[in-house]
């Protein structure tokens, strides 16, 4: 349970830090944007789109249902590549970090 604990409380520290600055959407991508089956939905939706509007709920959910957490991945890695705005990054990895450690 204290991995949820900790997993939940960098999900709500990521999204405040999003919301700070500035790349939480109020609009919802679409459908079919959002049934991307490509790894991190890369080619429907930016970085922080995904974090948005398919991990950060999809985590959410599986604690909340108390359900096994999927262990053993970094995503990390893919933040450092695919970002384009550096400074906001540098503020994101942190955190994205901190959810990588509580997974593993």
Request: glycine letters at 0%; aromatic letters at 8%.
């Amino acid at each position: 349970m204290s991995d949820y604990i900790e997993l939940s409380d960098a999900l709500e520290l990521l999204e405040d830090k999003m919301i700070e600055l500035a790349l939480w959407e109020s609009q919802q991508p679409s459908e079919h944007d959002l049934a991307s089956s490509e790894p991190f939905a890369l080619d429907t939706l930016s970085p922080t789109q995904w974090l948005q509007w398919v991990f950060i709920p999809k985590m959410k959910a599986l604690i909340e249902s108390d359900s096994e957490m999927p262990t053993g991945f970094e995503i990390s890695p893919y933040f450092e590549q695919a970002m384009s705005d550096k400074e906001k990054l540098l503020e994101l990895l942190p955190i994205i970090k901190q959810i990588d450690e509580a997974v593993k």
